[in-house]
């Protein structure tokens, strides 16, 4: 038995969507000691980006549901999802905030885009707290050979993230003060009570 020919049948095993945007990527494989032996293992990683749960657990179990092609084989799934989707319902004000801030500074409209990838984001998000993911470095190619970054958008970025920081610190109307003894920046329906 093989092992990477083994691996081969596994990695063309057909589980992205297109349609759904959901992508499932082959990356760094590992197999066989010399190259005069045949493998008896191999191991490869996989990419997936999705954009909702449904999609995720959909991938996941076509994941476990891999089974042996070649007589002797075996194929063991290990990891699965470690990330929930980061949706955007759940940043939709935060987003509004930081493009009208975008706006009044000259830098405006932005742009809202789904990629499916994965960050801390996605684990603050999904607990339910407003994030925006991706108002670093303006540029592309992430995590491929050609990634950059634009310099010149490097101020113009970091002005409308200091704006949006000082808009979210900013005392609101109808807040309780905070330790400081200035007006809570989060809004009451969303403070813990204080168990210092």
């Known amino acids: 038995m093989n092992a990477t020919i083994e691996a081969a049948h596994q990695i063309v095993a057909a589980l992205g969507d297109a349609a759904l945007g959901t992508t499932v ?19 490869f990683d996989v990419d997936v980006r999705i954009r909702d749960a449904v999609e995720q657990h959909r991938v996941d179990r076509a994941m476990r549901g891999l089974r042996a092609r070649l ?17 955007a319902t759940v940043s939709k004000e935060l987003f509004a905030r930081a493009d ?4 009044g500074l000259g830098l405006g409209p932005l742009t809202q885009v ?7 984001g996605n684990l603050a998000a999904g607990v339910g707290t407003p994030t925006l993911d991706g108002l670093g470095a ?6 491929a ?11 113009r970025r970091t002005r409308l993230l200091s704006a949006l920081v000082a808009d979210l ?14 007006p809570h920046p989060v809004p009451p329906n969303q403070l813990r009570a204080d168990r210092g």
């Open 114 to 120: 789904a990629v499916g990838g994965a960050s801390d």
């Open 138 to 143: 303006v540029g592309g190619g992430a995590h």
């Open 145 to 155: 050979e050609d990634e950059h970054l634009l310099v010149a958008e490097l101020p």
């Open 71 to 87: 007589p002797g084989a075996a194929v063991e799934v290990t990891g699965g999802p470690n990330r929930p989707p980061l949706r």
């Open 169 to 182: 610190l900013a005392p609101q109307d109808g807040c309780p003060p905070g330790r400081s003894g200035n």
């Open 100 to 103: 009208r801030l975008a706006t």
């Open 25 to 43: 990527t082959p990356t760094r494989l590992e197999a066989g000691t010399t190259s005069n032996t045949v493998p008896a293992s191999a191991r």
